[in-house]
């Protein structure tokens, strides 16, 4: 089975700088897709970016960008310019090619310091 | 932009009682899910329906749940006899179909259902 690791359950950041949540998985599959999802005190769920296995290419949307390391089973999101209203909990998700469940980490909380 | 929505936004309950928790998925979608988030822990993974079926559910799933789309717009979660432990986030999410029949897509996730069970 497969299984999905977020080392970091807080981080901070100040306004306007970089951070980076990290992310790490194991599965023996080759195909397969990763996500991060984001949950804001509303606690909905909204896709930030998603990534397939099979593409070398990281993965950017606008401030959101990630490093997908394939061999080292690492999945990171950066965030660039935080913003307040980036405060929420990060949950990284892992999906297999073909297999529709998402399994979720246990997620990272994001605090911004203003 | 179409997006999942889930109704009631929050259900009180007494333990042993029947819940419905109603979803209306994204028009054009075919894939449809349940994941519940006890709270302050991660989200798991219920149960997934294509073609009026399930196709798969997880260990969490038993016989005091079931998932039905009763028409074309609505699909629902079922809880026979709640528990306490069934207190939670109960989210409904959806996907579309890609060409070649696989179903990985990106799922979208409705608000939420917030049950409590007393």
């Known amino acids: 089975a497969q299984t999905v690791t977020q080392s970091q359950p807080e981080m901070s950041v100040q306004e306007a700088e970089t951070v980076t949540l990290s992310c790490t998985y194991d599965?023996?599959?080759?195909?397969?897709?990763l996500f991060w999802y984001k949950q804001p005190p509303s606690r909905q769920m909204i896709l930030v970016i998603r990534q397939e296995a099979y593409k070398q290419q990281n993965a950017t949307e606008n401030r959101f960008s990630v490093n997908f390391q394939k061999a080292a089973k690492s999945f990171s999101l950066k965030i660039s310019d935080s913003q307040l209203g980036d405060a929420a909990m990060y949950f990284c998700?892992?999906?297999?090619?073909?297999?529709?469940?998402?399994?979720f980490g246990t997620g990272t909380r994001l605090t911004i310091i203003p | 932009e179409p997006e999942v929505t889930q109704t009631p936004s929050h259900q009180v309950t007494q333990m042993g009682q029947e819940v419905i928790l109603r979803c209306v998925p994204i028009s054009n979608h075919l894939y449809f899910y349940w994941y519940r988030q006890i709270l302050g822990q991660k989200v798991e993974f219920l149960v997934s329906f294509y073609n009026n079926e399930i196709s798969e559910k997880s260990e969490i799933f038993d016989d005091q749940f079931s998932v039905e789309r009763p028409d074309g717009s609505n699909f629902t979660l079922k809880i026979r006899s709640t528990k306490l432990e069934d207190s939670a986030m109960y989210f409904c999410?959806?996907?579309?179909?890609?060409?070649?029949?696989?179903?990985?897509?990106?799922?979208?996730f409705g608000p939420g259902t917030r049950l409590t069970v007393l």
């Open positions: 999410a959806s996907s579309f179909r890609l060409a070649g029949g696989s179903s990985t897509d990106t799922q979208y």
């Open positions: 998700a892992y999906s297999s090619f073909g297999n529709e469940k998402l399994t």
């Open positions: 599965t023996s599959e080759s195909d397969y897709y």
